[in-house]
């Protein structure tokens, strides 16, 4: 089992930046891999961005150039997101995938207006 914990999401003008934390209740690197998700009004939710316990990330294609995915050493993952724009908003999910086995955290709003 992991518990995650996400912080940081807000109102922010296009242009703007914001940076979201997410912590973990155990090591993250004694999972597979951290990931942020988001989900907009009325769509499915979708990958923003990942890292692996090796330290491989994978973005969006829409997110490429603009948003970081990080971590420290010990139990938090950090979504750098740069230039944001309206359709960036969503409520972002901080997710932990471990042999198999999905954990989410309760998601954090991000609004970004025009």
């Known amino acids: 089992q992991v518990q995650l914990v996400e912080s940081g999401g807000g109102l922010v003008q296009a242009g703007g930046s914001l940076r979201l934390s997410c912590a973990a209740s155990?090591?993250?690197?004694?999972?597979?891999?951290m990931g942020w998700y988001r989900q907009a009004p009325g769509k499915q939710r979708e990958l923003v961005a990942t890292?692996?316990?090796?330290?491989?990330t994978t973005y969006a294609d829409s997110v490429k150039g603009r948003f970081t995915i990080s971590r420290d050493i010990k139990n938090t993952v950090y979504l750098q997101m740069n230039s944001l724009k309206p359709e960036d908003t969503g409520v972002y999910y901080c997710?932990?995938?471990?042999?198999?086995?999905?954990?989410w955290g309760q998601g954090t709003q991000v609004t970004v207006s025009s």
């Open positions: 890292i692996t316990r090796g330290g491989s």
């Open positions: 997710n932990a995938f471990d042999w198999g086995n999905n954990y």
């Open positions: 155990r090591s993250i690197f004694s999972v597979n891999s």
